[in-house]
């Protein structure tokens, strides 16, 4: 059975940080490139940002260049988003994405990925 839990999620004051993290099980973790995306009340879910299989490529939302981080640890099976000056707009769930891929691939679109976690909540306080 494949699974994906985040978790790390909470309330922060704007500026404040906080690491996700998404376990990820039930798959060949370095076959899968891995993505995060987010969904704020009454909005569609959107991309995030992305690592490649390896970890050698990542891309992202213009909107978080400079404040996000995206790392993988294949020794835990564990992908993990480091978010830094974390502002209002912020505010949504976070969603971990897994896509089987080519080495060097990654994915910017909702229905390029194969499985979904069910998401952590991020609340970021003005």
């Known amino acids: 059975q494949v699974q994906l839990v985040e978790s790390g999620g909470g309330l922060v004051q704007a500026g404040g940080s906080l690491r996700l993290s998404c376990v990820v099980s039930?798959?060949?973790?370095?076959?899968?490139?891995m993505g995060w995306f987010r969904q704020a009340p009454g909005k569609e879910r959107e991309f995030v940002m992305a690592?490649?299989?390896?970890?050698?490529?990542?891309t992202y939302v213009d909107s978080v260049k400079g404040r996000f981080t995206i790392s993988r640890d294949y020794a835990k099976n564990t992908v993990y988003l480091q978010m830094n000056s974390l502002k209002p707009e912020d505010t949504a769930v976070y969603y971990c994405a897994a896509r089987k891929s080519y080495v060097g691939e990654v994915a910017r679109e909702r229905n390029e990925y194969d499985y979904w976690g069910q998401g952590t909540q991020v609340t970021v306080s003005s």
């Open positions: 690592i490649s299989r390896g970890g050698g490529s990542t």
């Open positions: 039930g798959l060949p973790f370095s076959s899968y490139s």
